[in-house]
C-alpha cells in the first residue's frame, strides 16, 4: 500500500516542525549510533530509499560518493531535498519505494532511515535491494523497533492522573497493518518481529554485520521529546552485506 501523506498540507506542516526536520541528522536521537556504521562511501555510488530532506544523500555526496540517487514518494520532500541538501552528484527521484527497478550491481550501498516499515511486502523489497546491489555491497537501513510496532497505539499507557505506566506491546507474532496516529493523521504501517527483519536478510544471501537498538545520546535525554526513551527501544538499525549473487 502506497501513502504519500507527506503531500498532505497539514501533515507536512506537522513534519516540518520536528527538530530533525529542522535540525537534520544531528537532531535525530538514532544518528549517534547510526553514523558510526555507514561504510567508506569514497568513489560508491548509493540509493537511498525513503530520502525525505535528503539529509543522507548529501552526507553521502559529502563523503565522496560518486553517485547518490534518492527515492522518495512525496513531491513535497523532495522540493525541500532539492533546496537544501542540493548537490550534483545527487539525484532525486520521486518514486515509491515499492516500484524500485535498477539494473543488476547498480549499486555499492543502499540505506534507508525509517522508512521500510510503510512497506507491506519486506521480502520483495529486499529481493529488489539484492539485485540492485553489487556483490559484496552493502545495506543499512532503520526501521520503528517491532517492540514499538507491536500493539500498534504507539503511545504510553498512563493512570488516571496522566502519569506513564508503561509502554504496551501486545499482539506482537501478529505481524501485518497497523493503523496509527502519527502527526495528526491516521497513517498505515506495518509490523514484523525481529525473526522476519533478520532471517529475510540472512535467506536473501546477505551476512549481518550490525544490530542496534540505539539509544539517544546522554546530552539529549534531558529533552522534553527525549526524557523517557530509555524506558522501551522505538527504533532498530540494521546493516548487512550482500555476499551472493
Known amino acids: 500500500m502506497q501513502q504519500n501523506k507527506y503531500d498532505d498540507d497539514q501533515f507536512f506542516k506537522n513534519y516540518a516542525a520536528?527538530?530533525?526536520?529542522?535540525?537534520?541528522?544531528?537532531?535525530?536521537?538514532?544518528?549517534y549510533e547510526l553514523e558510526k556504521i555507514l561504510p567508506n562511501f569514497q568513489g560508491k555510488k548509493v540509493l537511498d530509499l525513503g530520502c525525505g530532506y535528503g539529509w543522507h544523500c548529501k552526507y553521502a555526496a559529502n563523503h565522496g560518493a560518486l553517485e547518490v540517487v534518492g527515492i522518495d514518494l512525496s513531491h513535497k520532500m523532495l522540493e525541500v531535498a532539492n533546496k537544501m541538501n542540493h548537490d550534483a552528484r545527487i539525484k532525486y527521484r520521486q518514486s515509491a519505494i515499492e516500484e524500485i527497478d535498477f539494473s543488476t550491481d547498480s549499486f555499492d550501498i543502499v540505506f534507508s532511515s525509517l522508512a521500510l516499515h510503510y512497506i507491506s511486502n519486506f521480502e520483495e523489497l529486499v529481493k529488489k535491494i539484492s539485485k540492485s546491489l553489487k556483490k559484496n555491497g552493502e545495506l543499512i537501513f532503520s526501521v520503528e523497533h517491532p517492540l514499538f510496532t507491536s500493539s500498534g497505539e504507539q503511545d504510553w499507557s498512563y493512570d488516571e492522573n496522566g502519569n506513564i505506566r508503561h509502554f504496551p506491546v501486545d499482539n506482537?507474532?501478529?505481524?501485518?497493518?497497523?493503523?496509527?496516529?502519527?502527526?495528526?493523521?491516521s497513517v498505515i504501517k506495518y509490523h514484523r518481529t525481529v525473526t522476519t527483519y533478520l532471517m529475510t536478510l540472512l535467506?536473501?544471501?546477505?551476512?549481518?554485520t550490525n544490530v542496534i537498538e540505539p539509544k539517544p545520546p546522554i546530552e539529549m535525554r534531558e529533552l522534553e521529546e527525549m526524557k523517557n526513551e530509555m524506558r522501551r527501544p522505538m527504533m532498530l538499525i540494521i546493516s548487512a552485506k550482500k555476499i551472493s549473487r
Open 18 to 31: 520536528m527538530p530533525r526536520s529542522k535540525d537534520g541528522l544531528k537532531a535525530a536521537g538514532e544518528w
Open 172 to 185: 506482537y507474532y501478529y505481524e501485518g497493518v497497523r493503523e496509527v496516529n502519527f502527526l495528526g493523521k
Open 203 to 208: 535467506n536473501a544471501g546477505f551476512e549481518l
